[in-house]
């Protein structure tokens, strides 16, 4: 198989593994929005949002995640997925310079070096939109 028709089938694993992690931290947004509360007050510094914030913010994320499966407005879906993911990512910088920190919940573990998983993905995210002309498979709309 010729690397033109391998790129657009790589591109499209990225896009829809990327989907299914933005879309997990989208679901949460409704179905347990205290935890999005405290990671919007630990890492953002913003605290007091109510559950009806969550619901609008998860609403308008879901708007733009499934944008970005369908391939609608690329610019702007993959655009918004790599800010929302670099915003993520940078903002957990005091877990990036403590990994091997335990917590109690979990005493056999080093829950930090989880975040370093954000690092590939955004990694993924960036060569999404750099390379979102190249990323055809299953277009909906080929204008």
Avoid at 7 to 33: A, C, D, G, Q, Y
Avoid at 119 to 130: E, G, Q
């Amino acid at each position: 198989m010729r690397a033109s028709n391998r790129i657009p089938l790589v591109l499209f694993l990225l896009r829809l593994s990327v989907f299914i992690v933005m879309l997990m931290w989208t679901i949460e947004k409704f179905v347990r929005p205290e935890h999005p509360a405290a990671v919007y007050e630990n890492f953002y510094f913003i605290s007091g949002l109510g559950n009806s914030i969550f619901t609008l913010i998860g609403v308008i994320q879901l708007v733009i995640v499934i944008g970005f499966l369908l391939l609608v407005e690329k610019r702007f879906t993959y655009g918004s997925v790599l800010v929302f993911h670099g915003v993520s990512t940078l903002s957990s910088y005091k877990q990036y310079l403590s990994p091997f920190t335990d917590r109690v919940a979990w005493p056999m573990a080093s829950p930090n070096l989880l975040f370093f998983a954000a690092w590939p993905m955004l990694a993924a995210c960036f060569a999404l939109y750099d390379l979102r002309d190249l990323d055809t498979l299953f277009v909906i709309d080929r204008r």
